[in-house]
């Protein structure tokens, strides 16, 4: 269901970069929360602070979704560094051809 929703948010921005979260609200219900992009190009995404703490205080951030329209499912440079910076799994979808990523997952993190 969230796939779906999450395909829906997109369609819906496209040509624009869209972003949300999946957000789990209790162990077998897990929701896409659509959030606002604002950045300025259509090629990169910022989500918006207010739209992820709305998240964080509703359950559980479990990943960051975001689309690339017409573009390639793999991870921008930018897209790297937000994964590595968020701790949290990224899924890229296009809502043109309606495919998704594979899940990437963040860095293990090690200590020295």
Known sequence: MWRKAAMLHAQEQDPKE??????????????????????????????????????E???????VIHSHPGGSLNLSTMDEKGLRLSGL?????DPRSEQWSDEYHPPVRTTS
């Open 18 to 55: 869209s972003c949300g979260l999946l957000v789990e609200l209790a162990p077998d219900a897990v929701i896409y929360w659509p959030c606002e992009n604002l950045a300025n190009s259509g090629e990169e995404f910022s989500m918006d602070p207010l739209d992820f703490a709305a998240a």
């Open 57 to 63: 205080d509703s359950g559980t951030v479990l990943a």
């Open 89 to 93: 799994s990224w899924f890229i979808l």
